[in-house]
């Protein structure tokens, strides 16, 4: 099983690159098939997180004067079940190079690799 996870502060760049991999994946489904067994894939939205900070405008005069910011990071997983050992294959290292170099520069990813028999 392999779960990919990415997080961003942008929510249409998330979304974009969350129908790049919807469109990767099901373009290489045929491929990925192993063992004859049907390749799983489930897209799971995470609850987004917001953080929010108050600063004092005027740190001398006005105390009751704030300005406050807010920082949202959406986040998203994406479930790979029977996948086997395709990722020591050509094509295996052809998906992941496609996954990394068309990611956009505010997209964090997090692979975790999880070997069941």
């Not at 300005?67 to 050509?90: A, C, D, H, P």
């Amino acid at each position: 099983m392999l779960i990919i996870s990415f997080k961003s502060t942008d929510k249409t760049t998330q979304q974009i690159y969350k129908q790049f991999l919807k469109i990767l994946l099901t373009k290489f489904k045929s491929a990925l098939l192993t063992n004859n067994k049907k390749l799983l894939v489930n897209f799971i939205n995470l609850p987004n997180k917001k953080n929010r900070i108050s600063l004092l405008k005027s740190p001398h005069v006005n105390k009751k004067a704030f300005e406050q910011f807010e920082l949202k990071t959406y986040k998203s997983i994406i479930v790979l079940k029977n996948i086997g050992n395709i990722f020591n294959s050509v094509l295996g290292q052809r998906i992941l190079k496609s996954i990394f170099m068309n990611k956009p520069k505010n997209v964090k990813l997090f692979f975790k690799y999880n070997f069941i028999k």
